[in-house]
């Protein structure tokens, strides 16, 4: 079952553009996780959301935790070609002695010059 | 460079056989995890160690077993190997069982054939 769900899946857009991705989710997660993932790399962690309702801004990166701790957006503004990769969102689930990431799928997004 | 060190970070092999993966965790992390990333099942949670104890443990298939040693380092060990196990093997590691933050190493690619 997959408990994360993002979208859109693909993004093909122009820079300077903006764009928003989403991550939802019918669980809750003690925290949410964005991810970079270049390919042939591992992700590369960018933000930790943790209390709902909560935004952090990375430049021009700005991320959104729900307010029911359910789902996340994502939003990048005047995106370049440089922000191209794959994004993951990650819910962090805690269990008796330890912790997991349910990761969702990921949006491929490319920026064209 | 996330600190994180996957060996090797390519393997060939072929169905039936069993091979060992390494990872050696940043400076000062104890806790290690292992994902499973393929085309079709995104990136999964296979199990994690604290200090050389499994602390939480997700869909990994009774053919994968993984163990951490006293110097930390861990390896994934996947035996009677089929051509569905092609994937990329991802370790990541945080300082504590709970941490919100993992940081992740480039991943050992296997192929099957």
């Known amino acids: 079952t997959q408990l994360l769900e993002q979208s859109p899946q693909f993004l093909s857009i122009q820079e300077g553009e903006n764009l928003t991705v989403y991550c939802n989710s019918s669980?809750?997660?003690?925290?949410l996780q964005w991810y970079r993932q270049e390919p042939g790399e591992g992700p590369v962690l960018l933000v930790t959301?943790?209390?709902?309702?909560e935004v952090k801004k990375l430049k021009r990166l700005t991320f959104q935790f729900g307010d029911a701790r359910k789902d996340s957006s994502l939003h990048i503004t005047a995106a370049q070609p440089g922000d191209t990769g794959l994004y993951l969102c990650?819910?962090?689930?805690?269990?008796?002695?330890?912790?997991?990431?349910?990761f969702g799928e990921g949006t491929q997004l490319t920026v064209n010059p | 460079d996330s600190g994180v060190t996957q060996t090797p970070k390519h393997l060939i092999t072929a169905t039936g056989q069993r091979v060992t993966l390494r990872c050696s965790p940043r400076?000062?992390?104890?806790?290690v995890y292992w994902y499973q990333q393929s085309l079709d099942q995104g990136l999964q949670f296979l199990i994690q160690?604290?200090?050389?104890?499994?602390?939480a443990k997700g869909n990994i298939l009774e053919r994968f077993s993984a163990q951490q040693f006293p110097d930390l380092h861990s390896e994934l060990n996947l035996s009677s190997l089929e051509l569905g196990d092609s994937a990329l093997y991802f370790c990541?590691?945080?300082?504590?069982?709970?941490?919100?933050?993992?940081?992740f190493g480039q991943g050992t690619r296997l192929t099957v054939v």
């Open positions: 669980s809750v997660f003690s925290s």
């Open positions: 990650a819910g962090r689930q805690e269990e008796t002695s330890g912790s997991r990431l349910t």
């Open positions: 959301v943790v209390t709902g309702g």
């Open positions: 990541a590691s945080s300082k504590s069982p709970l941490n919100t933050e993992a940081f």
């Open positions: 400076s000062g992390d104890l806790s």
């Open positions: 160690y604290y200090n050389g104890e499994e602390r």
